[in-house]
């Protein structure tokens, strides 16, 4: 089907842009694309699709470009592990045909040197950059959505906890702000909104947050001079009607779906947390963006298959000016810069200790977190998709279409065809 709609379906193309979630045809120089995209959470596997795109864009004469993303044959090994012949003989293949391109585009700097090293490819860095609908959260916004996920942010996974207990606000009040005439406020009181998003598969290792969050938790107590008798109940009350502490309430909204979602879920609904909270959502392509702007952190347990691409949540929540804590791999300080736009962890203990210090003061008080949120500004204001395809891709993807139009006009071609007809 594929091939039949390369070869006949549509008008004929310069280049085929062959990447993890589409397949982009481009006809120059009108510099429009059509683009097959792949359901949503199913990415094409290299093969047959390379082998589709270099057949077709053989038969039509057009150049044929690779997007490396990442590579298919980690991916395979997750579930077959590295030493089966199947991934053998797939990474075989994926270079195999990966060579064939005109020319190659590539995530990171650690896998352009992959790729030229062990691969035989030379390819062009092309960061990923957040689409422009991804920015900051204004007031007015944030109230209006909260008014939306009210309901959800209410109503526990278990029986109770510390967010559901006096939090029924209605009409102009929600969880996290207040609309008084014409202002938005935010409350003093709210808990600290830190989002996650998930497949919820086990290349995302979610034990990591439980764990931190129970130490967040049992750390907080100790640092207060807590013991495990004192009443949850009154503790909610008392900051459900104003109270402020050294360390806030800590809700962590985790948006995605996934295999192992039931599985957590279960383990979140028989935790007993004083100051935590959890929320699961799937949330719609409008409200996500907004979610991500109006969260004080962002979290990515994203462990990279290959160790050489980087997480596209990460890129969305630089897009909102959120800071993140990302888990540490090989080259993820290729986008997250330490003490700038995010901190890194290896363990839910190093992770528990990073919350404690970012939010301790919250919310006027913790200028760590302050300073994260600004470097995570600049970084989205540093670089959008324009001027990095400018920059980059462009001139890259121009030099092979004029040298594929070059030979379509060579005489040589010309007398092909001729022949050929």
């Not at 797939?90 to 045909?97: A, D, I, S, V």
Request: with cysteine; net charge neutral; hydrophobic share 40%.
């Amino acid at each position: 089907m594929l091939l039949r709609f390369l070869c006949i379906k549509v008008p004929h193309p310069d280049v085929l842009l062959y990447r993890k979630e589409h397949l982009v045809l481009w006809m120059w120089p009108f510099e429009a694309f059509v683009c097959c995209q792949a359901a949503k959470g199913r990415n094409p596997p290299s093969a047959p699709t390379l082998v589709a795109v270099k057949w077709a864009s053989s038969l039509r004469r057009s150049a044929f470009i690779v997007d490396w993303h990442n590579f298919g044959y980690t991916l395979l090994g997750l579930s077959l592990g590295r030493s089966s012949r199947f991934v053998t003989v797939y990474r075989w293949f994926e270079k195999h045909y990966g060579k064939m391109a005109n020319g190659s585009l590539c995530v990171t700097r650690a896998m352009q040197h992959e790729l030229a090293q062990n691969w035989g490819i030379r390819a062009t860095v092309l960061y990923d950059q957040p689409p422009v609908f991804f920015h900051p959260t204004s007031l007015e916004e944030k109230h209006k959505l909260f008014c939306r996920l009210n309901e959800n942010l209410c109503h526990p996974i278990g029986v109770r906890d510390c967010v559901s207990t006096g939090s029924m606000e209605f009409g102009d009040e929600t969880l996290f702000t207040s609309h008084i005439g014409n202002d938005f406020l935010l409350k003093q009181n709210r808990p600290a909104l830190i989002v996650s998003s998930t497949s919820w598969t086990p290349d995302e290792d979610f034990g990591i947050l439980l764990e931190a969050a129970v130490m967040y938790d049992s750390r907080v107590a100790a640092i207060l001079n807590e013991n495990d008798s004192t009443d949850e109940g009154v503790l909610w009350k008392e900051i459900s009607n104003g109270k402020q502490l050294l360390y806030p309430r800590l809700l962590f909204i985790i948006t995605g779906k996934g295999p192992e979602k039931e599985k957590y879920g279960e383990k979140i609904k028989y935790l007993t947390l004083k100051r935590v909270a959890f929320r699961t959502m799937w949330l719609s392509a409008e409200d996500y963006p907004l979610l991500l702007g109006s969260a004080d952190l962002g979290v990515c347990l994203h462990t990279s298959s290959s160790g050489l691409d980087l997480p596209m949540k990460v890129v969305d929540m630089f897009g909102c000016g959120l800071a993140v804590c990302a888990v540490s791999y090989s080259c993820i300080q290729e986008l997250v810069k330490v003490e700038k736009n995010g901190l890194l962890f290896s363990s839910s203990s190093e992770l528990a200790d990073e919350l404690l210090m970012l939010f301790r003061g919250f919310p006027d008080e913790c200028n760590a977190l302050k300073s994260l949120r600004n470097g995570a500004l600049e970084t989205s204001s540093s670089a959008r998709w324009d001027t990095e395809w400018e920059e980059h891709a462009k001139p890259l993807i121009s030099e092979i279409t004029n040298r594929a139009i070059g030979l379509r006009d060579s005489p040589q071609y010309q007398r092909m065809c001729f022949q050929h007809d």
